[in-house]
């Protein structure tokens, strides 16, 4: 029943059991050390050198942090936090020792106190990472918090018997009792790290990998959630170390005409009694309040605490608030900000997690203490109005960090997933001499490539525009075959004239090695406008096409209204009607040049051409020859994108349909689009994007239609978003309950078929409505990022089909923050696929549709999935559902691409 009231399953009772133990016996050990330090310090040194005491122990944790880091760079976990328990013993047995002699110097008191707080920090950072191989996300949120209890137990204990010090053998007592829990603690250390197995993580987090100090700070530049984090954790600590200056002086003046031992009598109350409670919160509500309303919610709590007690110290002295003070450093703090740092460390690089989790307790939690302690010295009469100011600049940029949580958590998960470098990266990733080296490397071998690589290297040596390796290239391309020289002309006209006069001489060059490569190089100056006129004008008659075709592009352009310029557009007309098919190619060459509207239908007219290389041709002029006007020539296009095999001739029709940019082309496009390539994809959304407002209506219908495939529906989501993300998240908002419906249908008939027909197995049907579930999943979550305005949502769907655990805990963290919790609770049998065994009550309970064979195969085939349409009527086959009229009649109405496709499958079966 405890279990139960827990949240612990059974299977997890041994292990929890073993880490609270571990928990019990360190925090028993650094507890009682904190409190003797603090006991012993306002005894013999006093609360006015606490200031001085916080900048040693920053110094101090500087330096450890840098042994922690260099630890963490070539050891496990495991192998860290048992030299750091060790090291604890050895420190308390020299402790022990220096006591027993009676050592009793200021100096002593304050050394011991900074390494106790040195311990203290250590073993719970150590601790909580060392857990974290054996839990993911979820688990985490829902256990950690009961994990800290055991924590606040052994503080517990340390303030029970934190009165015995008041005596020299029982402050000796309380060190034997320090070193017999820290031995105990390696013992159970060991024990555990060999007899637990631990979770795979795909991000190697916890195996051992260096990191330099560059690529730590390039994390923390260039993550926001990260910056922020880190910021957080300076300012909270600056207002810990003024709020725990504010409530020791609140202490010392209330018990200043009071003796000692009745003042370490009540902070062992304080510990004491505060442990209990933070137990019972721990136990009872952190993990409940945080299911509640979110951990990107709870992390609020404690900078509005902080500034609400420095608002009370404003006014008031009173004992109260020196308490509240304490409660704040040993309760508040411990309890929900380490479980809320803990946890908010998920959304950091996750590579660089446990380097930035040392580095934060290490180097900026001392930097808030340092910062603090020099403000103290200079503003210490004004502490009070200090610490308000402090806990307000916290709580602003908590709320900062808030905002960016999702977003952390989210790029995580999919960091792993996508191989991505930028360009200024990989830039940066090469230096000048050694761009150079390449340069000369590929220039040696540029005869041994293959055509491909050459053209690649020309191509880009070109977008780059590095004229002196151009040159090179060029000089070195004169043996080369009449193919690539033609294919480096080509690509020359994409570039300014200035190109082609500044290599003429090398151009000439090729000519005369290649004398066929004249007339080709005659309409390429016509093309770069670099053919004399005089020229031209004399070839228009020419018995060469490419001839012809080059003088009339120049007198057109040279000399537009000029008599020769009327002959020369009948001769572009006669290059067009004529039967011979290198006329056509070079009147539709022209015509990318000479845009002539009235020759558009001679354009269409040829498309019907059996010739591939003319076909190619005419494709990728069309773009320069239409505009919006052409509506009449879309059904054409359409045609020609939906039966065309090359990518690059689709992305041709797709830049003519961009100039015709018509609103009613768009659900046509889209379900063309279904089986399109990524780039085509970018290229279809970047066109309807560019419509603007006028596409948002059939973007809107298109998104809400569950009559079309969800793969298109998904497609006018991601298009609207980048168009309107308003009327995204509006329309999302509208039917996210019919789709919720949809999945809960599948799932549920998926979970029951084969029970409800144990006689008739139905895998196809099994297979038909899981792929309908899985079809509605994808829409819903992709959906849902997209509204969150994250483009890479199906990395999200992967990750939450995905066994690895830890990786299904952080998409499921994610849709978590995505969504308001009422949708949270909707999706989450969805998320679980059924799993869970109240989901059939839930389902029946709340009267969803329950539909017999028949009608389940009805709905099947009204859907717009083929696979549905083809299934449907198999299985009617199969179990004589319907006479044999009623399936042929069923079958000659299913799109024309599936009759052959079921016709076969009948076959199959019927064997």
Not at 50 to 78: C, K, P, Q, W
Not at 545 to 551: E, Q
Request: net charge positive; proline share 3%.
């Amino acid at each position: 029943m405890l279990q139960r009231f827990l949240g612990i399953h059974p299977e997890e009772r041994k292990n929890l059991l073993l880490f609270s133990i571990l928990a019990i016996c360190w925090s028993i050990a650094s507890s009682s050390g904190v409190a003797l330090s603090d006991t012993f310090f306002l005894k013999y040194v006093g609360s006015q050198e606490l200031s001085h005491t916080f900048a040693y122990t920053a110094a101090g944790m500087f330096f450890m942090s840098g042994i922690l880091v260099y630890l963490y760079n070539r050891l496990e976990i495991d192998q860290i936090f048992f030299r750091a328990l060790l090291l604890g013993a050895a420190f308390y047995t020299a402790s022990f020792c220096s006591m027993l002699i009676g050592v009793t110097a200021p100096l002593f008191w304050i050394i011991f106190k900074v390494f106790c707080y040195f311990f203290q920090v250590a073993f719970i950072s150590l601790f909580f990472t060392f857990l974290e191989q054996f839990f993911e996300l979820q688990n985490a949120k829902r256990l950690f918090s009961v994990l800290y209890s055991p924590i606040f137990l052994g503080m517990a204990v340390s303030g029970a018997i934190l009165p015995l010090s008041n005596t020299t053998t029982g402050t000796l007592s309380i060190l034997i009792l320090i070193l017999i829990s820290l031995s105990a603690s390696l013992f159970l250390l060991k024990y555990i790290a060999s007899s637990i197995e631990k979770i795979p993580d795909d991000h190697q987090e916890f195996t051992v990998f260096k990191t330099s100090k560059k690529d730590l700070f390039k994390a923390i530049i260039t993550s926001k959630f990260t910056f922020l984090f880190l910021l957080c954790s300076i300012v909270l600590h600056s207002v810990l170390v003024i709020t725990e200056f504010q409530y020791m002086s609140g202490l010392e003046l209330s018990f200043q005409n009071k003796t000692p031992e009745q003042l370490t009598e009540f902070l062992g109350r304080l510990y004491f009694w505060g442990s209990l409670v933070n137990i019972l919160f721990g136990v009872l509500f952190y993990g409940r309040l945080v299911k509640k309303v979110g951990l990107n919610n709870i992390i609020l709590i404690v900078p509005l605490f902080f500034t609400t007690l420095f608002a009370g110290w404003m006014f008031s002295s009173h004992i109260f608030l020196p308490v509240m003070g304490f409660i704040a450093v040993e309760g508040v703090l411990n309890l929900l900000e380490d479980n809320n740092f803990t946890l908010l460390l998920n959304a950091v690089p996750l590579k660089l997690k446990n380097k930035i989790r040392v580095t934060c307790e290490s180097i900026f939690e001392p930097l808030g203490m340092l910062i603090s302690s020099f403000l103290l010295l200079i503003f210490q009469a004004q502490s009070k109005l200090l610490g308000l100011t402090l806990s307000l600049i916290f709580l602003v940029s908590t709320c900062l960090m808030r905002a960016y949580y999702t977003k952390g958590i989210f790029y995580n998960l999919i960091s792993h997933l996508i191989p991505f470098q930028s360009s200024r990266v990989l830039k940066s990733m090469i230096s000048k001499r050694e761009y150079k080296q390449s340069r000369a490397l590929f220039l040696n071998q540029f005869h041994e490539m293959q055509e491909g690589e050459q053209l690649f290297l020309l191509e880009y040596t070109l977008r780059f525009h590095d004229l002196k390796y151009l040159e090179l290239i060029i000089k070195s391309m004169t043996q080369l075959s009449m193919r690539i020289k033609l294919k480096t002309w080509e690509l020359f006209e994409n570039y300014p004239s200035g190109y082609t006069s500044k290599f003429l001489t090398y151009f000439e060059d090729w000519i005369q090695t290649e004398p066929t490569l004249e007339n080709d190089f005659f309409l390429h100056l016509s093309k770069m406008k670099l053919l004399d006129v005089k020229v031209a004008q004399e070839n228009l008659s020419h018995f060469c096409p490419k001839i012809k075709g080059a003088s009339l592009l120049a007198v057109r352009q040279r000399l537009p209204h000029s008599p020769e310029s009327k002959v020369a557009r009948k001769i572009l007309y006669s290059l067009l009607v004529s039967k011979n098919e290198m006329d056509n190619l070079i009147g539709i060459q022209i015509l990318k040049y000479e845009r002539l509207k009235d020759f558009k239908s001679k354009v269409f007219d040829l498309l019907t051409s059996s010739s591939f290389k003319l076909k190619k041709y005419i494709l990728k002029t069309l773009p320069y020859l239409l505009d919006k006007d052409d509506t009449q020539y879309a059904p054409i296009l359409l045609k020609c994108l939906q039966n065309e095999e090359y990518v690059s001739m689709r992305l041709w029709v797709l830049g003519a349909l961009e100039k015709i940019a018509d609103v009613f082309l768009i659900r046509e496009l889209l379900i063309i689009s279904y089986h399109f390539t990524l780039q085509e994809k970018r290229y279809l959304h970047q066109i309807i994007k560019n419509m603007g407002s006028v596409a948002l209506p059939e973007l809107e219908s298109i998104f809400q239609n569950t009559h079309l495939p969800d793969p298109i529906r998904l497609i006018a989501a991601q298009i609207l978003g980048k168009i309107s993300h308003r009327h995204l998240k509006i329309f999302f908002h509208k039917i996210v309950t019919t789709e919720v419906e949809r999945a809960y249908f599948y799932l549920y008939h998926f979970k029951t078929i084969e029970k409800s027909f144990p006689k008739h197995p139905l895998p196809l049907l099994t297979s038909a409505l899981k792929n309908s579930f899985d079809s509605v999943f994808k829409f819903i979550i992709e959906s849902l990022a997209l509204i969150n305005r994250f483009e890479e949502g199906e990395y999200l769907v992967k990750s939450l089909l995905s066994n690895h655990r830890k990786t299904y805990s952080h998409a499921l963290e994610t849709l978590d923050k995505m969504c308001s919790n009422k949708l949270y609770r909707q999706l989450k049998p969805i998320v679980e696929k059924g799993q869970d065994p109240t989901f059939l009550k839930f389902y029946q309970s709340h009267k969803y549709p329950i539909m017999p064979l028949d009608n389940l195969l009805d709905r099947l085939e009204q859907t717009p999935s083929y696979i549905n349409q083809t299934i449907a009527p198999i299985i009617r086959k199969k179990l004589n559902l319907s006479d044999s009229f009623s399936i042929s009649s069923r079958i000659r109405i299913l799109d024309k691409r599936l009759n052959h496709f079921t016709s076969e499958l009948l076959e199959i079966n019927n064997r």
